[in-house]
DNA sequence: AAGTAATCTAATCACCGTTTAGATTACTAC
DNA sequence: GTAGTAATCTAAACGGTGATTAGATTACTT
């Protein structure tokens, strides 16, 4: 019956706490997480989150934050082997589309706890900025480059909610039908 | 210092709900909804609305469903003036930005909690089969068809939610800057 | 008028977000 | 090393929340 010694100092309760939270987002959906779970999750007593997190919210902002740079960083890498600019955009459309249906609950998350700081220079914020580089090899200028890059996330974007959470979210799990649907709706996008 | 009798029969409790959430929620937004507030704004006791709804994600759902065929009927609406499919088209999707500009809090609503019964039949979808009699007028054949209403749906929605909670969140209250970029966003739609 | 179903209240439970005071540990400068 | 300070965590508490239960009241049916 001995009681374990408190655990003063965690070493990296921050990233622990992130880490449960993803863990428990993706195992039980955003409404039902709990600060305590994530405290718990971390072996840690219900208050600890507060001294790195001021609140839930500034936890799933937190949250939303490294996914849209994961997503980022998957849509980066996916461009990478890619020949032509129309093989870019369709690669990071694929993972666009890939990382939503394999991740739904933190791809939502990544759009409704966005942080109030929006980047003054647009090309600064994460996925917008993959995508405005590929959409510039199309030879856009100005107005005409935001609205084209516009277009392509919206397809994309688009379709990712609709097949999650739309009329057609029966297709969620099956990866072949999504991707042939996703093929057949970006055709229609024209540059 | 006479109390109130109790009100045993409200007379239609169900419906009194429903709007007072719908209030709540356009104020507060989805995340600081609770059912005691929603109880209290009907002027009834906490344990009162669990006799209309299963729980307060049946609440939800149902407040999502709603939602759903308003919008459905503002884009019917929105058509039935114009003569041409391509006014058409682009009077839903202007009906469709200015809902979720207008309502943004009950808009994510109906994507994050929509119900589980999916129809059968996609034409008998809420906003889907809006969309997808005006692009029948086109002259597409089956899969081509539902790809083309996709697609249509995909650009328009994916542009609603990037502008309410995407890196240009802040035209979410300058309308007319809104509805130029979604005339420059959809002028890429091929059909 | 009696009996049954529907509707609401009152009370209660466990859980949650958050705050506070205090205990423990790490860090810094002499 | 050791004193002092900052950082980190615990323990306990507060009000609010979702949900359930038993029972009171009203409406409905025949």
Request: aromatic content about 6%; charged content about 20%.
């Amino acid at each position: 019956m001995s009681r374990l010694k408190p655990n003063y100092h965690h070493g990296d309760l921050r990233n622990s706490l992130l880490k449960a939270a993803i863990d428990l987002v993706e195992r039980n959906g955003i409404a039902k997480l709990s600060m305590r779970e994530v405290a718990r999750q971390a072996g840690v007593s219900p208050g600890a989150p507060y001294h790195h997190f001021k609140n839930k919210d500034a936890l799933l902002t937190a949250l939303a934050e490294v996914s849209l740079w994961t997503l980022d960083e998957l849509s980066t890498q996916a461009k990478e082997g890619c020949k032509t600019p129309q093989a870019r955009l369709e690669a990071i459309g694929v993972a666009y589309i890939r990382y939503a249906t394999d991740h739904p609950a933190l791809f939502q998350l990544m759009f409704s706890y966005a942080r109030d700081d929006v980047p003054s220079d647009l090309s600064d914020a994460p996925v917008y900025r993959v995508l405005a580089s590929v959409v510039r090899e199309f030879d856009l200028t100005g107005e005409a480059h935001i609205a084209a890059t516009m277009a392509a996330w919206s397809l994309v974007h688009g379709l990712a909610v609709l097949v999650i959470d739309g009329p057609l979210r029966h297709l969620a799990h099956q990866p072949e039908q999504v991707m042939q649907l996703a093929k057949a709706v970006t055709a229609h996008l024209r540059l």
